[in-house]
């Protein structure tokens, strides 16, 4: 059975940077075609894909975001963390991790979301 | 800009009756491969989304079989062929070819 849950601070101050992690289970991150994902909803809104890693450590970002994500795993751990720098009001949303499967690039299993609100 | 617009935006439906949702890409979908790489997903009220909908027209487990996809290249369309109850919620697609993947405005379908 596959879980994801997603962890961190939700509530963090303007231009500071955000650390989410994914802790998952019922897969591993070093299985061929596998990857986990970051997707979010800013209130009322609609879903925006983040970022992606696969098993072989590629990476993939949304590029208006790019310059402020960094995404890594720790295969041991079996969790996926997501770092997002100078964060802003407007970053205000849940955040979700999913599982996936290249090459189909569904996102199958969701964690519960996280709530993550920029606030001074 | 990648953008996929999915209409209506509200969609009242009676319990019993059909109902269906359209997604447009301003790109193909298409693969070399002969899949459209086209996923919708339901967000029920204070949920996660899930899966519905993979490649297009693939009924992800567990979906009931009253939920279906068709379309191909640049458009596509959900449709429920008996509305229930359980059914509200907002509906997404979402183009999956390659990064970045890009998600509908989403469709919220009530009950009348």
């Known amino acids: 059975q596959i879980t994801l849950k997603e962890s961190g601070p939700t509530l963090v101050k303007p231009t500071q940077t955000s650390t989410l992690t994914c802790t998952f289970s019922g897969f591993s991150l070093s299985t061929y075609g596998v990857g986990v994902g970051w997707i979010r909803q800013a209130p009322g809104k609609a879903l925006e894909w983040l970022s992606l890693?696969?098993?072989?450590?590629?990476?993939r970002y949304s590029p208006s975001l790019k310059s402020r994500l960094t995404i890594t795993k720790d295969t041991s751990k079996n969790q996926v963390v997501l770092t997002m720098t100078n964060m802003d009001p407007v970053d205000s949303a849940t955040y979700y991790c999913?599982?996936?499967?290249?090459?189909?690039?569904?996102?199958?299993?969701w964690g519960p979301g996280l709530l993550v609100t920029v606030s001074s | 800009d990648l953008v996929m617009t999915q209409s209506p935006l509200s969609l009242p439906v009676t319990p019993g009756e059909p109902a269906s949702i359209s997604c447009r890409s301003s790109q193909t979908l298409l693969h070399s491969n002969g899949n459209n790489y086209l996923d919708w997903y339901l967000q029920k009220p204070g949920q996660s989304p899930q899966l519905l909908i993979y490649?297009?027209?693939k009924r992800a487990s567990g979906v009931p079989d009253r939920f279906s996809g068709s379309g191909s290249g640049t458009d596509f369309t959900l449709k429920i062929s008996s509305v229930e109850a359980e059914d509200v919620g907002v509906y997404y697609c979402m183009r999956s070819l390659q990064t970045p993947y890009t998600f509908g405005q989403g469709t919220k379908l009530e009950i009348k």
């Open positions: 890693i696969y098993w072989d450590d590629d990476l």
């Open positions: 490649l297009a027209s």
């Open positions: 999913a599982h996936t499967v290249s090459p189909d690039h569904f996102f199958d299993y």
